[in-house]
């Protein structure tokens, strides 16, 4: 990969400024990013030196679901600090997952990419203050005006972010709460108070408006719950102190802590994915330009914090200012089986896979994921009988195997995975019918696809 340096005049300023202490010898990822072709849509802004403005450069990618008139919202899935988390945001616009979850509120896909340093300050970009949030507004009416979406600009957020990204999330929810449908924390809060530590961080103040916006705080066990020392210790403590601050003046804030992990996001998005979706469910408005509605109070469940179990609100014995709150009683149920083991079920088959064609001798198709479970892979078959699966042993360091793979900040890897099948074992001018199916992660199947004959060629094997 060739080295850049359009990154020297921004570190030098920032040497000069004293904001930061970063490595110039930097060989970033920045610039492998899949291809922005409709339905995705790309913008870069370069880093500045004018104070209050971003020093960093950032491309924002945003997906739009095809056939929408008019986006009812914007889900933001926020990377988090250091040059690999960067590059993970390079792919977070292109996650059928999340894609699935937005195409069910007619909500756009957006991931930002901040082209941040691994020796740079990340508060530079994750604290919004710093010029981010300004940033991100911006990308919101530029990348509106080429999807043909000017309402972009105007949509409420939905916001996901994994640490630093759960600070940036955090922190414009505080700053913008009227424009904030729900908000989730995975590792990452804002800081509310004087950090000796970190004097140069300025603390945020909770406005009224925040209380009303959902929030959850999602972190690894092993990130100062259970496992007290390390690098991710002071995790639970900032979560901890956020949670009673929030929730202590009547926040619609919980708590999920996951048993399996430490800073990875692992199974999380089995819990965040159907909890956003119950919260957009609720507050999106009807009509573009009506206010975001409130969250049914009578709904709601609560569970002791760091408990196990969950109970609907009017039965909760204790006090309620000390308990976290969740949405509803699908999500609750979800919430028990995440902070047990993870493993939240899903009754529901995937969607069928769609358009599967045959050109070349070569299979492709089209699929949406599964809302709940995501896509793990594809079953082919051949004249009935099942010929192979696509891929064919699914990978996942951190979590349920997935059709498009997980880097650590919740975005599928490169190259992005295709849906593609060609049939090695097929005798050249015998003529075959293929189907198609559809896996989640759950192991569930779906309807077979359409079926398509192909007759292969010795030339096409």
């Given at each position: 990969m060739r080295r850049s340096t359009r990154y020297l005049p921004v570190l030098l300023g920032l040497f000069a400024a004293g904001r930061?202490?970063?490595?110039?010898?930097?060989?970033?990822?920045?610039?492998?990013?899949?291809?922005?072709?409709?339905?995705?849509?790309?913008?870069?802004?370069?880093?500045?030196?004018k104070p209050?403005?971003?020093?960093?450069?950032?491309?924002?990618?945003?997906?739009?679901?095809?056939?929408?008139?008019?986006?009812?919202?914007?889900?933001?899935?926020?990377?988090?600090?250091?040059?690999?988390?960067?590059?993970?945001?390079?792919?977070?616009?292109?996650?059928?997952?999340?894609?699935?979850?937005?195409?069910?509120?007619?909500?756009?896909?957006?991931?930002?990419?901040?082209?941040?340093?691994?020796?740079?300050?990340?508060?530079l970009w994750c604290d919004p203050r710093n010029g981010s949030d300004a940033a991100f507004?911006?990308?919101?009416?530029?990348?509106?005006?080429?999807?043909?979406?000017?309402e972009l600009a105007e949509v409420p957020w939905a916001l996901w972010g994994h640490s630093g990204g759960?600070?940036?999330?955090?922190?414009?929810?505080?700053?913008?709460?009227?424009?904030?449908?729900?908000?989730?924390l995975r590792s990452g809060v804002p800081l509310l108070s004087p950090n000796p530590a970190r004097p140069t961080i300025k603390p945020h103040a909770v406005p009224d408006g925040a209380l009303r916006v959902p929030l959850l705080c999602n972190l690894g066990t092993k990130e100062g719950v259970t496992v007290k020392e390390g690098r991710f210790a002071?995790?639970?403590?900032?979560?901890?102190?956020?949670?009673?601050?929030?929730?202590?003046?009547?926040g619609l804030i919980g708590v999920a802590v996951d048993p399996l992990t430490s800073h990875e996001c692992g199974n999380q998005r089995y819990l965040a994915i159907p909890w956003l979706d119950a919260c957009l469910g609720a507050r999106l408005p009807k009509a573009?330009?009506?206010?975001?509605?409130?969250?049914?109070?009578?709904?709601?469940?609560?569970?002791?914090?760091?408990?196990?179990?969950?109970?609907?609100?009017?039965?909760f014995a204790g006090n309620p200012l000390q308990a976290g709150w969740l949405p509803n009683e699908?999500?609750?149920?979800?919430?028990?089986?995440?902070?047990?083991?993870?493993?939240?079920?899903?009754?529901?088959?995937?969607?069928?896979?769609?358009?599967?064609?045959?050109?070349?001798?070569?299979?492709?198709?089209?699929?949406?994921a599964d809302l709940e479970s995501g896509l793990?892979?594809?079953?082919?078959?051949?004249?009935?009988?099942a010929l192979a699966r696509v891929p064919e042993a699914a990978k996942n360091p951190f979590g349920r195997p997935l059709f498009q793979g997980l880097q650590y900040s919740d975005t599928p890897v490169l190259p992005l995975a295709r849906m593609c099948f060609r049939d090695a074992t097929a005798t050249p001018g015998r003529a075959y019918t293929y189907r198609v199916i559809a896996e989640n992660t759950a192991g569930l199947t779906s309807a077979p696809s359409a079926p398509v004959l192909m007759k292969p060629t010795e030339s096409q094997r």
């Open positions: 930061a202490q970063v490595g110039l010898a930097q060989n970033p990822p920045y610039d492998v990013f899949p291809v922005a072709e409709p339905p995705y849509y790309r913008i870069r802004y370069e880093g500045s030196s209050g403005e971003l020093v960093y450069p950032v491309s924002y990618t945003v997906w739009v679901p095809q056939g929408a008139k008019t986006l009812r919202g914007v889900i933001v899935h926020q990377h988090g600090c250091g040059e690999g988390s960067c590059k993970s945001g390079l792919t977070g616009a292109y996650d059928l997952h999340w894609q699935a979850l937005a195409r069910h509120h007619g909500c756009a896909l957006l991931a930002p990419a901040y082209e941040q340093p691994e020796k740079a300050d990340c508060q507004r911006r990308a919101l009416a530029d990348l509106g005006a080429r999807a043909g979406h000017p759960g600070t940036w999330a955090g922190a414009m929810t505080l700053l913008h709460p009227e424009r904030v449908a729900a908000a989730w002071g995790v639970w403590p900032s979560n901890e102190a956020f949670f009673n601050e929030v929730r202590g003046r009547g573009f330009g009506e206010p975001l509605q409130p969250m049914p109070a009578d709904a709601a469940w609560l569970a002791p914090l760091l408990g196990v179990e969950a109970v609907p609100a009017a039965t699908a999500a609750a149920r979800s919430w028990m089986r995440y902070v047990t083991d993870t493993a939240v079920a899903d009754p529901t088959p995937p969607p069928a896979p769609t358009d599967l064609r045959a050109a070349d001798g070569a299979l492709t198709w089209d699929a949406h793990a892979a594809f079953r082919i078959e051949r004249d009935g009988e």
